[in-house]
């Protein structure tokens, strides 16, 4: 296959089929790759009983290892030429959404990392500036164009090139266990050379249910404590970097128009 879905999954069997349902109708071809880190739920069940016509790599994890890591057992796992990094909380409405991220990557300019949410703009301390964010969201998206440049790519989905990911050394597993991966990637991802981008295809995401459901691996006092150490390295890591807006002038005009209107109202 020319394309790798992965999916990190842990418990939440119900939020994987749906997303796995939805990519029935995708367009491009894709065979799919999944870690399951340590499930107790029938997830395992669930993959060993994977119909044998649907390509599918599975990889079990005797414990939760933790995202990140993960996703680079997943990178290992595919032998495809592009990745696709998907949160199995989604469900996408788009077949064309597939089709869609690898026109981005292959496409005049072309991107070095697509996905479906991002933000244009980043603060000093890494965090999102809100009226620079961009998604295609279902009966939210606000992408002004088919493809619109972001600063950087939320892990929601991620899609790139297998060779520019090895060439980055994967993820950066001295994050942690969950966050700060993806902000990561994409800042690596512009100082090879490489625009991020986010596109237009409608998708559904549950709001994290894999990590602040009751069974999560993180109290959501210990999932805080980390998202702000994951920013804090973030922020030092890339400081040369930052802040980083991707916007041209008139752009951010535009939107600090825009936002003094609502404010108005």
């Known amino acids: ?105 292959e496409g005049p ?36 164009a088919p493809v619109v440049a972001v600063a950087a790519v939320d892990g929601v989905c991620l899609f790139l090139r297998r ?3 090895e060439s980055l050394g994967g993820f950066d597993a001295g994050y942690g266990f969950f966050h700060g991966y993806d902000r990561d990637l994409s800042f690596a991802v512009r100082e090879a050379g490489h625009r991020c981008v986010v596109v237009r295809a409608p998708f559904r995401h549950r709001g994290g249910g894999t990590r602040t459901a009751p069974e999560a691996p993180r109290s959501p006092e210990r999932d805080l404590a980390e998202r702000r150490a994951a920013l804090a390295r973030f922020a030092e890591k890339w400081r040369h970097r930052l802040p980083s807006d991707v916007r041209s002038l008139p752009e951010r005009l535009a939107d600090f128009l825009q936002a003094a209107g609502q404010e108005t109202r």
């Open 109 to 144: 300019p072309g991107a070095g990392l697509a996905g479906l949410y991002g933000a244009r703009r980043l603060r000093r301390d890494g965090r999102y500036v809100g009226r620079s964010i961009v998604s295609s969201l279902e009966g939210s998206g606000n992408l002004r």
């Open 163 to 165: 060779a520019l990911l």
């Open 1 to 105: 296959m020319t394309i790798s879905v992965v999916l990190v999954v842990h418990n939440q069997l119900p939020l994987t089929r749906a997303c796995l349902d939805s990519l029935g109708t995708t367009t491009a071809p894709f065979d799919l790759c999944v870690v399951d880190n340590g499930s107790s739920d029938g997830t395992a069940e669930y993959f060993r009983g994977w119909p044998p016509g649907r390509p599918l790599r599975y990889l079990r994890n005797a414990e939760n290892v933790g995202l990140i890591r993960a996703l680079n057992q997943g990178a290992r796992l595919s032998g495809s030429e592009y990745l696709c990094f998907l949160h199995n909380d989604t469900e996408l409405r788009d077949p064309q959404w597939l089709a869609r991220l690898r026109a981005a990557v």
